[in-house]
């Protein structure tokens, strides 16, 4: 199952680039789901992303979380909810129904 959030709005002087996706998910095993992430990534069903980061759990390593940037939401919709990647990502070894897809802008940003 997928559930989608979507999240609007721009903060203090935040000028839209890209548009984001974060994309929670578990994974059976992270070095295996990687080698599958990059062979994917490498295919035409991602040629919309235009950027990545992978984070991964501290205190579940199974736990992953990607941020996906695309050029619009449009794009992030088309590319996410793609039929063909579903068999990917079963193949990657995630847990499907753990599978959380939030489209998201950046409010703000700094250090302090």
């Not at 997928?2 to 996706?21: D, L, Q, T």
């Not at 069903?45 to 695309?70: A, C, F, H, K, M």
């Amino acid at each position: 199952m997928v559930v989608c959030y979507f999240v609007g709005g721009m903060g203090h002087g935040i000028k839209n680039v890209a548009f984001r996706s974060l994309i929670h998910h578990r994974v059976a095993d992270y070095d295996a789901w990687k080698i599958e992430y990059d062979r994917i990534f490498e295919m035409p069903l991602s040629s919309e992303v235009q950027t990545y980061r992978i984070w991964r759990g501290q205190d579940n390593p199974g736990l992953v979380i990607l941020e996906e940037t695309y050029e619009s939401r449009e794009a992030a919709a088309g590319a996410l909810n793609n039929p063909d990647l579903l068999p990917e990502l079963a193949k990657a070894g995630v847990e499907m129904d753990s599978v959380r897809i939030d489209y998201v802008d950046l409010m703000e940003e700094g250090s302090h």
